[in-house]
């Protein structure tokens, strides 16, 4: 039986070390090119060598020590005596009261107290004539601190303040409502057509411009 030739031009196993170092030169050389391809990043940013750094110190008050009030004494405990003259009763002497009657004295004044009505209990409410525009405190304003500040004054028969107290409160701008509240005016209230006092709420706003 003929055996059969194989090609040598056709036999890839000729031509496998070939093939095989001419793919990795291939390879080799783009992997290089692809590194090349991109370009070198540079900045500009300059990094100072001695950053300015301020250390600012504060003195700290030494902390001041109270000190404490003592204790209070222990209350003291009733121990039996040991001497028997001690007497078991004692009579108290008799005394005399003098019951006689002091020189009449004359009565005390009466107190001229007068009834104080609440501003919805009055027929003729009080109306105000002139209202004081209060100062804005400058801490306040500072501080950034507005609002609306209530007080309850007292109006006389006269029409003008007698007293004047804080209802609704804001710390920083409480003195200046009261201070404004006692340099307001009013037609006076009524009751059953008589002047009488009365009492109500003003409110004062403070606002930033």
């Known amino acids: 039986?003929?055996?059969?030739?194989?090609?040598?031009?056709?036999?890839?196993?000729?031509?496998?070390?070939?093939?095989?170092e001419a793919g990795l030169v291939i390879s080799l050389v783009i992997m290089i090119l692809f590194f090349y391809s991109f370009k070198k990043f540079e900045t500009s940013v300059v990094l100072p060598s001695d950053p300015d750094i301020t250390i600012e110190t504060i003195e700290i008050p030494q902390t001041i020590q109270f000190q404490r009030p003592p204790a209070p004494a222990k209350p003291s405990i009733?121990?039996?005596?040991?001497?028997?003259?001690?007497?078991?009763?004692?009579t108290i002497e008799?005394?005399?009261?003098?019951?006689?009657?002091?020189?009449?004295?004359?009565?005390?004044?009466?107190?001229?107290?007068?009834?104080?009505?609440?501003f919805f209990a009055v027929s003729e409410k009080p109306e105000i004539m002139h209202k004081e525009t209060p100062k804005f405190p400058d801490l306040a304003k500072r501080a950034g601190i507005e609002g609306t500040v209530v007080v309850t004054v007292t109006i006389g028969k006269d029409g003008k303040v007698e007293n004047a107290n804080v209802f609704r409160s804001i710390p920083m701008l409480d003195e200046a409502a009261v201070e404004a509240a006692r340099k307001c005016t009013f037609k006076p209230a009524k009751q059953r057509d008589k002047f009488v006092k009365v009492k109500?709420?003003?409110p004062f706003q403070f606002k930033l411009k």
């Open 200 to 202: 109500m709420n003003i």
């Open 1 to 20: 039986m003929q055996a059969l030739k194989t090609n040598p031009e056709a036999d890839l196993k000729l031509k496998y070390h070939t093939y095989l």
């Open 94 to 118: 008799e005394q005399t009261v003098d019951f006689t009657p002091l020189e009449e004295l004359p009565p005390p004044p009466e107190a001229d107290v007068e009834e104080i009505f609440e």
């Open 78 to 90: 009733p121990v039996e005596t040991e001497d028997e003259d001690i007497l078991d009763d004692v």
